[in-house]
């Protein structure tokens, strides 16, 4: 038997020395695998986390907007007051103070009473108004209503004004801030769901500032917007996909619509200042002159998605028509169109996604107006929701910083949905070839 050790060949060795070389690159690939899934992860968690934490910093200041802080008045209807004149221009703010004299006789002082008012807001007197213009009965009644209290009282109450720093540097004096405790005590101050936010129109009085205005008229603006730039940017889709010959003329066109999409949107704005406000003179601050902003600006958008949309129904689908004796535009209407047409609806949904949050267009044609009455048209002076936030957040008063998160909160939630409605859409209807 011969025991005499079996020395490797060349070959062998030379083989050995490969895989060694193979496995060592293999080893590293993996190991570079694994950290550029580690750092796509890592940017992935981190932009979830920077998402996460500013909606926790607006929910933070914008829940506290959904409440309101009220005060129980007794009020007496005096009919020597309303009945001076017309029941509409009675002097309702007259009665407010009645009631609050009544309620701390102890207060003499001119300056003391002012400070008594202004724990009431202003609107308490159209309340009152309202009230009695809708139930002419309550003359010469006494009820104990709830009114508005002051911003200033508001904040106090929500905890964003310190009662322990001294009197000059904050907005409340320490009579106020007894007359507040003595009125927790008489359980005639509380806070409650806030309605006036969802239901009315702008005002300088945060305590009176709802989001209303500009939730109509973003709706009215954004209403002309799909009216008109669903139909034209499906119309010139269909037209540039399936009909326009090609040469340097639709090579040019579709060219200038690809660039139109990045376009700034205040180029938009100031296209039509020139040309809407300007030249055809329609009313300033309208939601048709908005509409027909966000149309220009949206056009691209939708063209591009019908396009795609478009392009994604197979050939077969539009051979198999033809074979069978359509015409080219009964092919278009009748097989390819309702194929398409849930990628045109989401590409359209996407495109009144962007332009419900637009803002600045909608500046240059002078939409930044005070706006106070709901619009009932779109000729109507209106505002949308991002220039009521903008508006809001250059607002002085504390009180405007929680109704500036909160509208925020409602524009993200239409936003939110916008974009779930278009996801939805494409995984229900979508058909896969």
Do not use: C
Request: hydrophobic letters at 50%; zero cysteines.
């Amino acid at each position: 038997m011969n025991n005499s050790p079996i020395i490797p060949s060349p070959a062998s060795k030379h083989r050995e020395r490969t895989l060694d070389v193979v496995n060592r690159g293999l080893a590293k690939r993996y190991r570079a695998e694994r950290r550029f899934r580690f750092y796509g992860l890592s940017a992935i968690v981190a932009g979830l986390l920077i998402v996460l934490l500013l909606f926790i910093s607006i929910g933070a200041n914008g829940y506290s907007a959904l409440q309101q802080t009220f005060i129980r008045l007794t009020v007496f209807f005096d009919p020597d007051v309303l009945r001076q004149g017309s029941l509409a221009k009675a002097n309702y703010q007259g009665l407010v103070k009645k009631s609050l004299r009544s309620m701390f006789p102890e207060v003499k002082g001119r300056g003391d009473r002012r400070k008594l008012y202004r724990m009431v807001s202003t609107g308490a007197s159209f309340q009152l108004r309202e009230m009695v213009l809708e139930h002419r009965e309550l003359v010469g009644e006494t009820l104990e209503i709830w009114v508005p209290a002051d911003d200033d009282v508001d904040m106090l109450l929500k905890g964003h004004i310190d009662p322990g720093v001294a009197e000059t540097e904050r907005r409340l004096s320490d009579l106020q801030l007894a007359w507040i405790d003595q009125l927790a005590d008489q359980g005639r101050i509380e806070k409650r769901f806030n309605k006036t936010f969802f239901t009315a129109g702008d005002s300088r009085e945060p305590e009176l500032a709802g989001i209303w205005g500009a939730v109509v008229g973003s709706f009215l603006t954004l209403a002309v917007t799909l009216m008109l730039s669903f139909p034209i940017g499906v119309a010139a889709a269909i037209y540039l996909e399936e009909f326009a010959p090609k040469n340097r003329w639709t090579d040019l066109i579709e060219v200038n619509i690809n660039n139109l999409a990045a376009v700034p949107s205040i180029v938009f704005g100031l296209l039509g200042l020139a040309v809407f406000l300007n030249f055809f003179g329609l009313p300033r601050s309208a939601p048709v002159v908005g509409g027909l902003v966000l149309t220009l600006m949206t056009l691209p958008i939708i063209i591009i998605a019908s396009r795609s949309a478009l392009t994604s129904v197979p050939p077969s689908i539009r051979e198999a028509a033809l074979g069978v004796g359509a015409s080219k535009m009964q092919m278009v209407a009748h097989h390819v169109l309702p194929l398409a047409l849930p990628g045109m609806l989401t590409g359209a949904i996407i495109g009144m996604a962007r332009a419900l949050g637009e803002t600045a267009p909608l500046l240059m044609i002078g939409m930044v107006a005070f706006i106070v009455d709901i619009p009932a048209g779109v000729t109507d002076p209106a505002t949308a929701l991002p220039v009521q936030i903008f508006l809001w957040a250059d607002s002085p008063e504390r009180a405007f910083v929680e109704r500036t998160s909160a509208a925020i909160m409602v524009l993200l939630a239409f936003l939110i949905s916008m974009n779930a409605a278009a996801v939805i859409l494409r995984r229900r209807f979508e058909r896969r070839w």
